[in-house]
């Protein structure tokens, strides 16, 4: 069965830095590209970036939103997905789910984590 | 605005056949897959309809989508009050370089 478990989401200050995890289990993690996707509250879903798998070098593409504030990176070794969140704005307030491809070569998004809350405050 | 555009709500009565369509532009409908998605009040959203048209295992045959140049639909048959929730379309748009996604159909079952 395909899990994705997001964990790191908590309550922030303008300006501060958080890193999500997401681990992940019931598949080869290592052959597929990995999504984070947020929706903020009463709002419809924002895709905000996507890697790669090593076939094709963990290359990135970003949301210009976050572009120059979020990295997204990846541990095959540990079936990991990780987002870093830095300068983060009020905007940034969301669930954000980690996501990966429906196969290897099809690849939209095909399945989802539960997500985890970011509230981004002061 | 979102880059995809679908109708914010709609509504059917049980039973009933509904249509949900999802108009783009050729650098994303017009030139990759479709994709659609179910998400239930509280809930992350499911996968509903892969690469325009085709039904992952355990979608019912209830739904079935698909596409043509640069606009995509999802058609839901025989309705059922558990099929109230918020549905999006989404595919990769070349220009931009990312995913994009609709703003959202709320389906109502009355």
């Known amino acids: 069965e395909v899990q994705l478990v997001e964990s790191g989401g908590e309550s922030v200050q303008p300006g501060g830095s958080l890193r999500l995890s997401c681990a992940a289990s019931g598949f080869i993690f290592s052959d597929l590209y990995m999504d984070w996707v947020r929706q903020a509250p009463g709002k419809g879903l924002e895709w905000v970036g996507r890697?790669?798998?090593?076939?094709?070098?963990?290359?990135?593409e970003y949301a210009a939103s976050v572009e120059g504030r979020f990295t997204i990176s990846r541990d095959d070794s540990k079936k990991s997905l990780y987002l870093q969140m830095n300068s983060l704005k009020t905007e940034d307030t969301a669930v954000y789910y980690c996501t990966r491809a429906y196969t290897s070569t099809s690849r939209g998004i095909g399945y989802w984590g539960q997500g985890t809350l970011v509230t981004v405050s002061s | 605005q979102s880059v995809l555009t679908q109708p914010p709500s709609t509504s059917g009565t049980p039973g009933q056949r509904v249509t949900i369509s999802c108009s783009g532009s050729?650098?994303?409908?017009?030139?990759?897959?479709v994709y659609w998605y179910q998400q239930l009040p509280g809930t992350a959203p499911k996968l509903l309809i892969c690469r325009n048209d085709q039904r992952p295992s355990g979608v019912p045959d209830r739904f079935s989508g698909s596409k043509s140049g640069t606009s995509a639909s999802l058609a839901i048959s025989g309705l059922r009050s558990e099929d109230e929730a918020d549905y999006y379309c989404a595919t990769w748009d070349d220009s931009m370089s990312g995913r994009v996604f609709g703003g959202g159909t709320r389906l109502t079952v009355l």
């Open positions: 890697i790669r798998n090593k076939l094709n070098g963990y290359t990135t």
């Open positions: 050729s650098s994303n409908i017009g030139s990759n897959h």
